[in-house]
């Protein structure tokens, strides 16, 4: 019974710092497709100049287009998780999974407003 908990337990965790890491993943991403289009285009992306959809990299935007949804479900289900599944979530990874998770959305946020980066809203656009 102690082994079947123990792996129920490692498998929360897991899936705790897997969700809560995505928009940390998520913004990276938006970053490296930045950098390729800069290498690409020979100047820094502007929003609505050009169209990230009109570059020839369909994979990468492809993945982050699919991720985008994934990043925003995340808002809901990490304080969701963490309201149904209080008693089996280690308090220290609660701790990890939080400071990952708003580390991520902090670095989203500086990617929105800072106007010579703001990458997430030319991808966006």
């Not at 287009?65 to 479900?73: C, K, Q, W």
């Not at 990490?78 to 990952?100: D, Q, V, Y």
């Amino acid at each position: 019974m102690k082994k079947r908990l123990i792996l129920k337990n490692k498998a929360v965790d897991s899936f705790m710092f897997f969700t809560g890491g995505l928009p940390i993943f998520w913004a990276i991403g938006i970053i490296l497709f930045a950098i390729r289009a800069r290498i690409y285009l020979g100047f820094w992306p502007t929003p609505n100049h050009p169209d990230p959809k009109v570059l020839p990299f369909d994979f990468h935007d492809s993945i982050l287009f699919f991720t985008t949804y994934a990043v925003f479900l995340s808002l809901l289900v990490i304080p969701s998780f963490k309201m149904l599944l209080f008693n089996k979530i280690n308090l220290n990874t609660w701790h990890r999974t939080k400071l990952i998770f708003l580390s991520g959305w902090t670095l989203i946020l500086i990617l929105i407003l800072v106007p010579t980066i703001n990458f997430v809203t030319w991808y966006l656009d």
